[in-house]
Nanobody, 115 residues
Framework: QVQLVESGGDLVQPGGSLTLSCAAS????????MGWYRQAPGKQREWVTS???????VYAESVKGRFTISRDNAKNTAYLQMNSLKPEDTAVYYC?????????WGQGTQVTVSS
């Protein structure tokens, strides 16, 4: 069974930066993509960014220019570098791994942006 372990969530002031990580372990088949989603209280879970096998990245308009997704293929780990954080970025951030076999989700890590 594949497991995703997320870390890096914290309380940060507006304008600050934070880096999240998502480490995948277990028997992993070919990875199609890794991505990040987030869910704020009372809101639906929304897609934030994804990185595909060709290393191409795509971002939601709300985070474009501020967030950067990357992946360490050897470690099966994805990262989310978040800069210029805004209060509206406050949410639980979830990692998603897509393989040829199936999709996997992490348990989420809390990011709170507040002064």
């Amino acid at each position: 069974q594949v497991q995703l372990v997320e870390s890096g969530g914290d309380l940060v002031q507006p304008g600050g930066s934070l880096t999240l990580s998502c480490a995948a372990s277990g028997t992993i088949s070919s990875i199609k993509s890794m991505g990040w989603y987030r869910q704020a209280p009372g809101k639906q879970r929304e897609w934030v960014t994804s990185i595909i096998t060709g290393a191409d990245t795509v971002y939601a308009e709300s985070v474009k220019g501020r967030f950067t997704i990357s992946r360490d293929n050897a470690k099966n780990t994805a990262y989310l570098q978040m800069n210029s954080l805004k209060p509206e970025d406050t949410a639980v951030y979830y990692c998603k791994l897509r393989t040829i076999v199936k999709e996997y989700w992490g348990q989420g890590t809390q990011v709170t942006v507040s002064s």
